[in-house]
């Protein structure tokens, strides 16, 4: 059974002619007439009456016809619903942030995209960086914001932020007035770091390493403020990024500036390499990429 087939029928149900019909679209009669007699010997039933002047359905032409709206009437909802994902109208991006980036730019990112895509839906999913990597790579999350590095053979990677390490400690702190410091002059120190999961555990851990000692960790945690608050506590110190500083207000915290440092907080995009894209997500990317200030 063909569609065309389909509507040459719905077309002489309409106009109880095959006269009319044929006037009112591309097909001539002969070619009307071919389509309902190869219908009626697919569906094995009469599908008009053809005893009177006028064609008019038989019980089984009536089902036919009623079931045949609504095939159309389906095919049509199902076009639209595809000019909606091409305009982006509707849909839905799992994106996956580690939650320091995600206090950080979240917000503003989901408050600029809903400007111009009210209609698609934005999931987050909040975990360590190398679990948000590994999500990607299995397909369960569209994309990832994290700290980089991250696995390029896997991934497709877009820079994204770049911002300088500071140190976070108590201002009674002996370094509390101090403009900047080495990092060789925090060997002493008790670290507060995020946990194994996140990309900075290690990063910290290496950079340190490079500068001649392994720090001594006291604490780790996966949440940002609460490394804040047992700063403020006095159990320790801690290396975050300086724009966090920004957004935490616990006035027993200072930030000290670290002298000669290659501690950079790069971010990226992840994708997962040659995985389908969805209309909404290329257009997610394209906002992304057009660039974000601190």
């Not at 957004?247 to 040659?274: R, Y």
Request: charged residues 25%.
């Amino acid at each position: 059974m063909e569609l065309r087939d389909l509507k040459s029928f719905i077309e002489v149900a309409n106009h109880k002619s095959f006269t009319n019909a044929a006037d009112h679209s591309y097909l001539t009669q002969s070619s009307l007439s071919k389509a309902i007699k190869k219908l009626e010997n697919e569906l094995g039933v009469e599908l008009f009456d053809r005893s009177t002047r006028h064609l008019f359905l038989t019980d089984a032409g009536e089902v036919v016809y009623q079931q045949s709206q609504k095939a159309f009437a389906v095919l049509t909802e199902m076009n639209l619903l595809l000019d909606d994902l091409r305009n982006v109208t509707t849909g839905e991006i799992k994106i996956g942030i580690p939650p320091l980036i995600g206090t950080l730019f979240f917000p503003k990112i989901a408050n600029d995209f809903y400007k111009y895509y009210p209609n698609v839906s934005l999931k987050l999913v909040e975990q360590g960086a190398k679990l948000i990597g590994r999500l990607v790579e299995d397909a369960q999350i569209d994309v990832g914001i994290v700290v980089l590095p991250a696995n390029e053979e896997k991934l497709n990677i877009s820079p994204f932020i770049q911002d300088d390490f500071v140190l976070f400690l108590h201002k009674d702190h002996k370094l509390a007035q101090r403009t900047s410091v080495t990092l060789n002059e925090l060997k002493n120190e008790k670290f507060i770091l995020f946990t194994k999961d996140f990309t900075l555990h290690d990063y910290i851990i290496q950079t340190c390493e490079r500068s001649g000692f392994t720090p001594s960790i006291s604490y780790q945690s996966s949440q940002w403020d609460l490394i804040i608050e047992l700063v403020s506590s006095k159990l320790g110190i801690t290396l975050l990024p300086k724009s966090i500083y920004k957004k935490q207000n616990n006035k027993n915290i200072k930030i000290v500036e670290i002298d000669n440092s290659a501690l950079c907080w790069k971010i990226g995009i992840i994708t997962k390499k040659d995985a389908y894209q969805s209309f909404a997500l290329k257009e997610f990317l394209k906002m992304l990429n057009k660039g974000f200030e601190l």
